[in-house]
Nanobody
Framework: QVHLVESGGGLVQPGGSLRLSCAAS??????MGWYRQAPGKGRLLVAT???????NYADSVKGRFTISRDNAKNTVYLQMNSLKLEDTAVYYC?????????WGRGTQVTISS
């Protein structure tokens, strides 16, 4: 059974940083990444990375967020710098393989002064 467990969310002031982690178990994944859902909005891509190290970012986070992956630990990270009020959302870990797509339960990230 696949499990994706996020950690690292919290409350931070604008301009601050957070690092999210997602530990996966139960399978290996070709693509892992992060989506986010702000209040009243849909779930949107933040960043993804492949097992080979290719990355993809939403335009809104380019230059501020960095996704990385430790294949040996089956873990994906999201380093978030220069955080803005509009980055406030629930952040969901995502993983994909030949058997399907999987989601974590989400971790809240709140940017507030």
């Amino acid at each position: 059974q696949v499990h994706l467990v996020e950690s690292g969310g919290g409350l931070v002031q604008p301009g601050g940083s957070l690092r999210l982690s997602c530990a996966a178990s139960g399978s290996v994944f070709s693509i892992m990444g992060w989506y986010r859902q702000a209040p009243g909005k849909g779930r949107l891509l933040v960043a993804t990375t492949t097992s080979g190290g290719s990355t993809n970012y939403a335009d809104s986070v380019k230059g501020r967020f960095t996704i990385s992956r430790d294949n040996a630990k089956n873990t994906v990270y999201l380093q978030m710098n220069s955080l803005k009020l509009e980055d406030t959302a629930v952040y969901y870990c995502y993983a994909n393989n030949v058997y399907g797509a999987y989601w974590g339960r989400g971790t809240q990230v709140t940017i507030s002064s």
